[in-house]
């Protein structure tokens, strides 16, 4: 057993092995092996240890890789609140908000993301769809944000 683990002479209850180091590298290689579930579950201990922008960033990937959307984006707004040049923060988040249908604040996300860094083909594609829905509601005198009534979930 890792002495990284004892506090006061006890073993922390599910704590990770190791240093706080470690579990992030144990993090991101689950979530680039496609384990988002695990991933998240460790970046969120993590986080306890250490709230720094790349774990953040880790975490908010992690959730939204495993469609949660939500707990993404309120992650991701933490990042970009600490982080506001960072234009990846503000994909992700705009990528979340998308999701969850929140099209004005996706757009304003995914926006600043471009603006920032227009070289990214991705973040251009994503803000021209998130246009184009919103084009379409005001067009059908739809609501800007969330689902339409009658037509269940996009």
Known sequence: ???DNVSDGALSPGAPVGSPYDWYLRATELLNSGNSNAAAILFARLREEDSSPAVLEGHGRALFDGKRYADAAEVLQELVELSPDNDYAHFALGLSLWRLQEFVRARDHLA????????????G???AQVKATLRSRIEGGMPLNGPIKGQGSL
């Not at 603006?115 to 973040?123: A, F, G, I, K």
């Open 1 to 3: 057993m890792s002495s």
């Open 112 to 123: 600043m993301a471009f603006v920032m860094r227009p070289d990214r083909s991705e973040y």
């Open 125 to 127: 594609t994503a803000l």
